[in-house]
């Protein structure tokens, strides 16, 4: 009978390995989204900076995509929530088939998209970026 106990922690292992490159990938998805959105923000105020006459679109141009990738971050964070909760059942040895990386059931334990979006561990890193954007528009559109 050990054999089998043996086999079953092996399984369990091996479940857990996979759900952390998954959790990972979604730490790593998160931080290219913060990268795009930093970069879409200092195009922008390089743009409006360096062209001899400015237009508010440019900053609008770059705040639309700026807000789908906040988003896209908030969805990241929200399913790595909810594999961490199926890598937690499987951890305790739970009822969970083997393998598996259905997190769905667990999607429902978890904060909306957009309450993620406006936690402190997304909104402040974005808002910065606004916030620099919006500093940068008003010295050059103000002239002051």
């Not at 959790?23 to 931080?31: C, D, E, K, P």
């Not at 390089?46 to 705040?63: C, D, G, I, R």
């Not at 807000?67 to 937690?88: G, P, T, V």
Request: hydrophobic share 50%; aromatic share 12%.
């Amino acid at each position: 009978m050990s054999g089998n106990k043996d086999h079953d922690e092996s399984i369990r292992i091996a479940h857990l390995t996979m759900l952390q490159g998954v959790i990972t990938r979604m730490g790593a998805n998160s931080f290219t989204l913060k990268a795009l959105a930093a970069t879409f923000g200092s195009a922008a105020v390089a743009v409006m900076a360096t062209v001899e006459t400015p237009s508010p679109y440019y900053a609008v141009a770059a705040v639309v995509p700026m807000i789908i990738f906040w988003l896209m971050d908030a969805q990241y964070l929200r399913l790595e929530r909810a594999y961490r909760k199926l890598f937690d059942h499987v951890r305790r040895g739970e009822e969970i088939e083997a393998y598996s990386l259905e997190a769905t059931p667990f999607m429902q334990d978890t904060s909306s998209v957009l309450r993620l979006a406006l936690s402190w561990s997304v909104s402040w890193f974005y808002l910065a970026i606004f916030l620099s954007l919006g500093a940068v528009a008003a010295l050059i559109f103000c002239g002051v």
